[in-house]
């Protein structure tokens, strides 16, 4: 399973439009201090209140992703047991309050029509009703550790055997992308578009980077442009199988094969060079 988080900075509202859209498949998992039934803005406001507490606060609230892999079978019942290991977690060792928390489940169909992905959003205060603050020191950390646990207590997926499988599905995909030595994103922008995913080019100091996404989860993926020429320009040595008429033997023969061997040849003859 994977679980993400993110701050809030500022008011909890476009967060809870996301969550409780009409046009999303949703559903209500758990709450605690809110009103689930009301508007969005009515929600945010139960959020606001813990505000006067810690005025001086900016990121007052987490928004935290969670999901399992689309092979595991999950419950709300399950998702509910998660959603209380995740507050534990990350709760204050002071004090008997429970954050406001609101916990909603996407269910939504991928592209293509054939795989449902489903996933939870939880939105966190960070004040908690005695005034109370939820550390965010290595928030990140914690719950990655977490997930590795909950991984085994309920059987569920790893996230790294997920994530290596679907890496090793997105490399053979840029393979069949790349036109001239270069990714081209529209082409892959294409195939991705079936399967949710959805792909940029970064620049930074490290180089240039191709970053494929999620659309609907916290699934990421990241490539570094400059090391996938390299893989693909790579003198690749491959060990061809000759047949012989001499007893039916085999004779392994190891031969370096370039992608530029043919233009080198070319030249030499241009040259007047016999090889």
Partial sequence: MVINILPIKGSPLPTVKYLIDPTKHWELIDSNGIDTNQKPIGISYDFESMRSLRPNINNRYFHI???TAEEDEVSNTLLKMIQDEIKKSIKPPNTDYEPLCLVIRHREKEN????EHSHCHMVVSRILPDGALIDDSFIGLRLLLLSQALEKKYNLKRAKDFENK???????????VTINNRISLEALNGKLSSIDYKATRTHNAGGTFINIFHKKSPLKFSFHESTWKEEQNVIEEKTIVLNTNKGGRKVAVNRKMDKDINHQNKNSKSNGIER
């Fill in 65 to 67: 992703i969670y999901a």
């Fill in 112 to 115: 293509d029509g054939t795989h």
């Fill in 166 to 176: 679907r890496k090793k599905e997105l490399k053979a995909l840029l393979k069949e």
